[in-house]
Nanobody, 127 residues
Framework: QVQLVESGGGLVQAGGSLRLSCATS????????IGWFRQAPGKEREFVAA????????YYADSVKGRFTISRDNAKNTVYLQMNSLKPEDTAVYLC????????????????????WGQGTQVTVSS
């Protein structure tokens, strides 16, 4: 069992930055790929970024590529999402999730492939 808790959300002006954290419990955290997704009101959940269990491979949605950076510190059981150059369209609830299968882009980019989810943290970007 893996429990995930997101933090770091808030209100920021367009062009600003936030760093989200996804803290986990469970001894097997380092064996899970971790993904970030987001969901805006009235919209479907959207893939944002993912990182492999070793932290060697990362993958980003085109909409955030070059602006967001995902990283992990397995010693601290934490995954980070650094978000720069934020835009109003980035406004959403951001959720982290754990994927226990082999790392592949087709797997980590699909919400159905994740086993555990956090509750989410709100990010609001004002124009």
């Amino acid at each position: 069992q893996v429990q995930l808790v997101e933090s770091g959300g808030g209100l920021v002006q367009a062009g600003g930055s936030l760093r989200l954290s996804c803290a986990t419990s469970g001894r097997t955290f380092s064996s899970y790929n971790i993904g970030w997704f987001r969901q805006a009101p009235g919209k479907e959940r959207e893939f944002v970024a993912a990182i492999s269990w070793r932290g060697i491979s990362t993958y980003y949605a085109d909409s955030v590529k070059g602006r967001f950076t995902i990283s992990r510190d397995n010693a601290k059981n934490t995954v980070y999402l650094q978000m720069n150059s934020l835009k109003p369209e980035d406004t959403a609830v951001y959720l982290c999730a754990a994927n226990g299968g082999p790392y592949s882009i087709s797997s980590v980019s699909r919400s159905q492939r994740y086993d555990y989810w956090g509750q989410g943290t709100q990010v609001t970007v004002s124009s």
